[in-house]
């Protein structure tokens, strides 16, 4: 246990960690020293811990419990605690793009936008583990921003008023089946804190995210619309609160989710390999804000640990 190491990504973000063997049970002693780290680092990179779905499900019930894939998509019929992501070779676009990739004529991106995961339901997954199977010679990377320092860099006065603020999140496109816990797949609604207390560490985070966050509560539209365009502005902008993932075939990537929002893969237009991840959560509390508004259902039920 001595062995591990924690080689910072940045001086604020995430960290590769060797010296640790995920692929066997880890002793209490070892997920203890890994979630302080988790804590600290908010993202760790774990390299060549080549395993399968049943191991990376029983080291995300480890770390708390693993919920079902996914609020609304279906995991794997074997492993229903398993989110299998597949850019296929035939992507709509591909040819073209990885041809001519600067051409102005074809989307530059595929799935970049900034979020967090799952914050369309009450309790949102609190670490997310993410395992690379199948991965481009290069492209594909993931980014994380650090939303303590994001909070951190803004004004008092401009914090002092965030704090008073709640966010409407919400996922409209339900699943027709139910989910793999059995329970109903959408639509989910929650009004969450815009500023988040960290339940372990009492940091506060700015909780914004671009694809679920709606509006904030109380605000004319238009004012609600020109905060969150400053506000996400400033989470994509300062790439001094990010760090950049760089995968391979059995990279594991662990990560905060109540304290790191992501992106990725940035540049899925952009190489014409495959690129598969398998992902897991672990189960989540209703976020606390620093004046002590607890997230609320607005429709849906809380999304719990399989067993
Ligand atoms: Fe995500």
Redesign the pocket.
């Known amino acids: 246990m001595s062995d591990i190491s924690f080689r910072p990504l940045t001086p604020i973000t995430g960290a590769e960690v060797t010296g640790v063997d995920l692929t066997a049970d880890l002793p209490s002693t070892v997920v203890a020293r890994l979630r302080e780290a988790l804590l600290r680092h908010k993202v760790l990179v774990f390299r060549n811990q080549p395993m399968d779905d049943e191991r990376h499900v029983a080291l995300t019930d480890a770390f708390g419990g693993a919920t079902a894939a996914h609020p609304i998509v279906k995991g794997l019929p074997e492993a229903p605690a398993v989110l299998r992501t597949v850019l296929s070779e035939d992507r709509p676009g591909l040819k073209e793009s990885v041809a001519n990739p600067l051409s102005a004529s074809v989307p530059r991106r595929i799935r970049t936008e900034w979020?967090i995961?799952s914050t369309f339901v009450v309790n949102p997954t609190s670490i997310?583990i993410l395992r690379g199977l199948e991965i481009p010679e290069a492209g594909g990377d993931t980014l994380f921003a650090n939303l303590e320092a994001l909070y951190a860099g803004l004004s008092p006065s401009l914090r002092g008023y965030l704090d008073t603020l709640q966010a409407i999140h919400s996922r409209h496109n339900p699943s027709p089946q139910p989910n793999s816990d059995g329970k109903p797949a959408g639509p989910f609604a929650a009004l969450h804190p815009l500023v988040s207390v960290h339940p372990e560490t009492g940091e506060r985070s700015l909780y914004v995210s671009t694809v679920f966050l709606q509006s904030i509560r109380g605000l004319k539209p238009r004012e609600s619309q020109a905060l969150l365009d400053f506000l996400l502005d400033e989470l994509a902008g300062r790439d001094e609160i990010h760090a950049r993932v760089r995968w391979e075939k059995d990279t594991l990537v662990m990560w905060d989710n109540r304290s790191v929002a992501?992106a990725g893969p940035v540049d899925g237009l952009m190489f014409g390999e495959e690129r598969i991840v398998h992902r897991t959560t672990v189960v989540g509390d209703a976020l606390s804000g620093p004046h002590g508004f607890g997230s609320r259902s607005l429709m849906g039920g809380r999304f719990e640990a399989l067993t």
Do not use: A, Y
Request: net charge negative; proline share 0%.
């Open positions: 979020h995961d997310t992501h």
